[in-house]
């Protein structure tokens, strides 16, 4: 695997990207995690807090918070105010991107274009392809 050196999206430094996974330094993910803790322990103990009161009291941005929110790692309680939007119907959710409507739309739209497609062989038919094991 070749080394590949990234810009930071958090702080604009250069380091040497892994692959994988979001593209911030080791020591922008050791932030956001500690951030991540410390959302979690407030949140914990102020269960009516907004993401505004959180990012006042914490200085945390509302858009990691909502990220956290977004994807599963941070878990709200049914009487928490705070919500995200669904970002193809707009309805307000507690979790993910999508609202389980339209997740079981995306799902069916997705079964149902599988069903219409045809399947195709993974042989290729006619004469030998020339790859590796083919005889000539």
Same mark, same amino acid.
């Given at each position: 695997m070749a080394i590949e050196i990234k810009t930071c999206m958090r702080c604009k430094? /250069?380091?040497?990207?892994?692959?994988?996974?979001?593209?911030? @330094?080791?020591?922008c993910v050791k932030e956001e995690e500690k951030?991540?803790?410390?959302?979690?322990?407030?949140i914990r103990d102020n269960?009516?807090?907004t993401i505004k009161q959180i990012h006042e009291d914490l200085g945390v941005s509302p858009r990691l918070i909502e990220e956290f929110i977004a994807s599963g790692r941070? /878990?709200?309680?049914?009487?928490?105010?705070i919500?995200?939007? @669904?970002?193809m119907c707009g309805d307000e959710i507690k979790k993910g991107k999508v609202c389980d409507k339209c997740n079981?739309?995306?799902m069916r739209d997705t079964e149902a274009g599988l069903k219409n497609t045809p399947v195709q062989s993974k042989r290729p038919s006619g004469p030998a392809t020339g790859?590796?094991?083919s005889r000539r």
């Amino acid at each position: 695997m070749a080394i590949e050196i990234k810009t930071c999206m958090r702080c604009k430094k /250069i380091f040497q990207y892994q692959g994988y996974g979001r593209r911030i @330094c080791t020591q922008c993910v050791k932030e956001e995690e500690k951030q991540f803790e410390e959302v979690k322990e407030y949140i914990r103990d102020n269960e009516k807090a907004t993401i505004k009161q959180i990012h006042e009291d914490l200085g945390v941005s509302p858009r990691l918070i909502e990220e956290f929110i977004a994807s599963g790692r941070l /878990i709200l309680s049914a009487s928490s105010p705070i919500t995200l939007t @669904c970002q193809m119907c707009g309805d307000e959710i507690k979790k993910g991107k999508v609202c389980d409507k339209c997740n079981k739309e995306i799902m069916r739209d997705t079964e149902a274009g599988l069903k219409n497609t045809p399947v195709q062989s993974k042989r290729p038919s006619g004469p030998a392809t020339g790859g590796m094991f083919s005889r000539r």
